[in-house]
């Protein structure tokens, strides 16, 4: 991967990932279950949605919407008590948009046993203006060798979102309406 083509396709300077890579802290408690007893799905997924919001904002220095999340995995449990690390990073940018990757961990708040990986999603976020129209945002320079490969991976997920999405409004498009 080359840096420069990160940096030369955009009016704006480019930011390396690790300038908005940010992780969300927090502790599970009973108002957070489900009715198994065990943390809500949904309660990881708003945690997932605030910290890729914090990236998706420090990355395009301004207001960005959730356009879209995808390939929520959920590995293990979450319990009452676990301590969640949500980590988020930009993997990709486009014109005006963003993906986000999140890994979520979760380790008990009171004994020193590493944390295990409970979670992971994609989302995209695009920047927005005062208007809520999509405004540029700047290239991202992938540092490392796993952004590299994370920017690699983000870009083929991209072509089939926009793939899938094109093959289904074609298929609505040709078909008779009821
Ligand atoms: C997301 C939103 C701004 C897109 O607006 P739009 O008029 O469709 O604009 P565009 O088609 O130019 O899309 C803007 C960017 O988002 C991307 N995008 C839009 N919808 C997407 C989707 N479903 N999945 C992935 N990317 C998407 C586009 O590919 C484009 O990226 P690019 O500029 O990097 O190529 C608009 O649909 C919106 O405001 N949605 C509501 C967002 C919100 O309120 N979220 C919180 C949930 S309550």
């Given at each position: 991967?080359?840096?420069?083509?990160?940096?030369?396709?955009?009016?704006?300077?480019?930011?390396?990932?690790?300038?908005?890579?940010?992780?969300?802290?927090?502790?599970?408690?009973?108002?957070?279950?489900?009715?198994?007893?065990?943390?809500?799905?949904?309660?990881?997924?708003?945690?997932?949605?605030?910290?890729?919001?914090?990236v998706?904002?420090?990355?395009?220095?301004?207001?960005?919407?959730?356009?879209?999340?995808?390939?929520m995995v959920?590995?293990?449990?979450?319990?009452?008590?676990?301590?969640?690390?949500?980590?988020?990073?930009?993997?990709?940018?486009?014109?005006?948009?963003?993906e986000?990757?999140?890994?979520?961990?979760?380790?008990?708040?009171?004994?020193?046993?590493?944390?295990?990986?409970?979670?992971?999603?994609?989302?995209?976020?695009?920047?927005?203006?005062?208007?809520?129209?999509?405004?540029?945002?700047?290239?991202?320079?992938?540092?490392?060798?796993?952004?590299?490969?994370?920017?690699?991976?983000?870009?083929?997920?991209?072509?089939?979102?926009?793939?899938?999405?094109?093959?289904?409004?074609?298929?609505?498009?040709?078909?008779s309406?009821?």
């Amino acid at each position: 991967m080359n840096h420069q083509a990160h940096t030369a396709h955009g009016e704006l300077p480019g930011k390396p990932t690790a300038a908005s890579r940010t992780t969300l802290s927090h502790i599970m408690t009973a108002g957070d279950t489900n009715l198994l007893g065990t943390v809500h799905g949904g309660v990881i997924m708003k945690l997932a949605d605030d910290a890729a919001g914090a990236v998706a904002g420090r990355h395009s220095e301004g207001p960005a919407v959730t356009a879209s999340m995808d390939e929520m995995v959920f590995l293990e449990p979450v319990r009452v008590g676990d301590l969640v690390h949500v980590k988020a990073q930009v993997n990709w940018v486009g014109r005006t948009s963003m993906e986000v990757g999140v890994r979520v961990l979760a380790e008990r708040w009171n004994e020193s046993t590493p944390a295990t990986q409970v979670g992971s999603a994609y989302l995209v976020f695009a920047a927005i203006d005062e208007d809520g129209k999509p405004r540029s945002v700047p290239p991202v320079i992938p540092e490392t060798e796993k952004d590299r490969r994370r920017y690699q991976e983000a870009q083929i997920r991209r072509t089939h979102r926009l793939a899938r999405r094109r093959a289904i409004k074609e298929l609505r498009a040709s078909r008779s309406p009821d």
